[in-house]
């Protein structure tokens, strides 16, 4: 199992090896019946990357076929929002506002998200804000591979978002991950969440979920520009570069992204995050997702795969780099530091990692 | 005839003691083998997703951690917790022993009783807490508390509160340690000096201050070595339920090293702040072993 940021550290150790031989050779791979143009282009772009540290991914070879998708989105409690009139967000500031009435109205966190110190608490609902906040711009390093949190729109951001999360969210946001957010939604403690789109099957399913039918589905809020920039994962089936047996590891990767398996997976098994479009468009699929938050969450899922990119930059210490960064976060919410010192101080612990890994100059 | 039995028997009596020691010499291997191998690591820039630069760097990895200011708050926390773990888990359980050892009603069930969280994987110990510390008044441990009047307390999610909550998980866990080495101690303590102190009036207070407390001291240094060294490299209940944060508020040379290692994948930096915390464990266990000693002759005497 490997992915975006996991191809960026196999491919510079060398560890794995490029799909497209196999891809491309009907002997193993019967074109017409794999339909490789059924998967999403966001979700084979994100597979692909040319090497180049710093830049390249979408470019170059694929080194992993997607098993799932996962973007992200808002989910919020349409119940208590009709309740008490709140405004779904549409920007960052409706959407402090809309988690401050929740809490203040209803007497529960008005958001839940991650926020344990490890690059997961980045990549999902703040990362995703954040790149939306500067309407796609912005990216965690400049062209040099410097690294570029200090940023005055990236700071500004964070410090909103921090001071949200510390007004209206949970008390124990620093040490909540994904299944900690994603079960207290589902549980009916929190108005809003931002995280993977696919947690929606959790929060619909009536024998685990306290709000099921009662959950609407929302893009991240956007930035100036209007449009929501929302960030993009997909666990994806690569393939050891010292395997004995290429071609077999290959049959085996073919076959368990094949339509019929995936399909089943969906429909058999539950798993609700397809990353082939004809599996979204089953009519079986469609009946079940078709019908969460009344209709809007399919809707807001396949718009918001328009614009979903992987957020981040390539290179091989990504995980370490997303560490760091959320180190800050805490130094933030904590009030250890200010949002701009606390970046700062991120800042050169990144640089010095990159240079200490032999990647930047 | 005679003398190929014999010959045969020789042999077999000589390879008798080889044979016996053999589970030994595995064992000394398969322990020294990724000893030394560790060592070797730490001073080499092990770093597995770039195997082509590996090289001996000497001590640079050991130097480096000198100016990681993670690691000096990982040392601090190492240090502190073990200090605070050890008083309380040792203080708790001598009082725990005392109670067990007097004439009470009831005190067989309450030793069996005392037992159970010694049976618990520490894993699932701690995860059972993180449960009933949720903070918000779902957590069975706010709740309970709200009937008295306390409001919620951010158990795991305050860089304080955790490290509170690590100290009341892992002395929960081996509290019955302690106590039951103590608790065993107490029952084979000679009668005698109690008998006279019991003639001459002694008060229940003199007696433990000058009879009991004396006579138990190699043992309670016994309890205070072992709970030193668990202290020391604490793992299991962290990695449960705080990963090391918040605000790397519970990070010790333990999680550190397992984040350098298999996060990061740094083999060699992680190595070396392993063997630090190995250093430390084999210089605390070294000091109070030698107190041992010392207060077992005295008791001796």
């Not at chain 1, 995703?128 to 990236?154: R, V």
Request: charged residues 20%.
């Amino acid at each position: 199992m490997t992915g975006p940021v996991r191809n960026w550290q196999f491919v510079t150790a060398d560890w794995i090896l490029p799909l497209d031989d196999f891809l491309n050779n009907p002997k193993l791979t019967d074109a017409g019946w794999y339909k490789f143009d059924d998967f999403y282009p966001a979700l084979i772009a994100a597979n692909r990357w040319n090497g180049k540290i710093g830049g390249g991914v979408g470019e170059g070879p694929i080194y992993s076929i997607p098993v799932l998708e996962e973007s992200y989105i808002v989910a919020y409690r349409k119940d208590i929002f009709d309740q008490y009139n709140i405004k779904v967000p549409t920007t960052m500031e409706e959407m402090v506002e809309a988690a401050r009435q929740v809490k203040k109205n209803a007497g529960i966190p008005g958001i839940v998200a991650r926020g344990t110190p490890s690059a997961a608490s980045i990549g999902t609902g703040y990362g995703s804000g954040l790149k939306s906040y500067t309407d796609g711009k912005w990216n965690e390093f400049d062209g040099k591979l410097n690294s570029s949190l200090h940023d005055p729109h990236a700071v500004e951001y964070t410090e909103t978002w921090i001071a949200m999360v510390r007004e209206s969210g949970p008390p124990n946001w620093a040490n909540m991950q994904w299944y900690d957010a994603m079960e207290a939604f589902t549980a009916g403690q929190a108005g809003m969440i931002v995280d993977a789109d696919f947690f929606a099957a959790g929060y619909e399913d009536p024998k685990k979920s306290k709000v099921a039918g009662k959950v609407g589905y929302a893009l991240i809020p956007a930035g100036p520009g209007g449009k929501a920039y929302s960030g993009l994962f997909t666990w994806a089936l690569g393939i050891n570069k010292a395997t004995r047996n290429k071609d077999a590891a290959w049959l085996f990767v073919e076959w368990a992204t094949a339509q019929r398996t995936l399909l089943n997976a969906t429909i058999g098994y539950r798993n609700y995050n397809p990353s082939r479009a004809s599996i979204t468009n089953d009519p079986r699929v469609q009946e079940i997702m078709g019908a969460w938050g009344g209709g809007s969450y399919l809707k807001t899922v396949v718009k918001n795969l328009e614009t979903a990119r992987v957020l981040w930059i390539p290179q091989p210490e990504r995980t370490r780099t997303g560490d760091i960064w959320a180190r800050g976060l805490h130094d933030i919410y904590f009030q250890r530091l200010s949002a701009a010192d606390a970046f700062k101080k991120a800042d050169s612990e990144i640089d010095k990692v990159l240079k200490e890994a032999d990647i930047k100059p | 005839m005679t003398t190929t039995r014999n010959r045969r028997r020789w042999r077999q009596e000589a390879a008798l003691p080889y044979l016996l020691l053999a589970p030994a010499l595995v064992l000394l291997v398969g322990m020294v083998y990724p000893f030394c191998l560790g060592i070797y690591y730490s001073l080499t820039n092990y770093w597995l997703q770039y195997p082509k630069r590996f090289r001996f760097i000497w001590f640079d990895n050991y130097i480096s951690l000198l100016s990681e200011p993670l690691f000096a708050r990982a040392l601090e926390f190492t240090l502190g917790f073990t200090a605070i773990a050890v008083v309380v888990q040792v203080g708790l359980g001598l009082a725990v022993a005392l109670f067990l050892h007097a004439r009470i009603p009831g005190r067989k069930a309450m030793r069996a009783l005392m037992l159970l969280p010694l049976m618990m994987p520490p894993v699932i110990t701690a995860l059972m807490w993180k449960i009933m510390m949720a903070s918000t008044n779902a957590g069975i441990l706010n709740y309970m508390l709200s009937f008295i009047g306390v409001d919620p307390i951010n158990w795991l999610g305050s860089t304080q509160g955790a490290v509170v909550s690590i100290l009341i998980i892992d002395t929960w866990g081996n509290l019955p340690f302690v106590s039951l080495i103590l608790l065993g101690a107490l029952q084979a303590l000679p009668t005698e000096p109690y008998e006279a102190a019991r003639v001459d009036g002694a008060s229940p207070i003199a007696t433990l201050r000058y009879i009991t407390l004396p006579l138990l001291a190699p043992f309670i240094l016994l309890a205070v070595t072992f709970r030193t060294m668990d202290s020391l490299r604490v793992f299991d209940v962290i990695y449960a339920t705080t990963m090391g944060g918040p605000n790397d508020a519970t990070t010790n040379l333990q999680i550190m090293a397992l984040q350098y290692s298999f996060q990061w994948y740094q083999m060699g930096k992680g190595m070396a702040q392993a063997i630090v915390l190995l250093l430390l464990v084999v210089v605390a266990s070294a000091v109070l072993m030698r107190l041992w000693n010392r207060a077992a002759e005295r008791t001796a005497q």
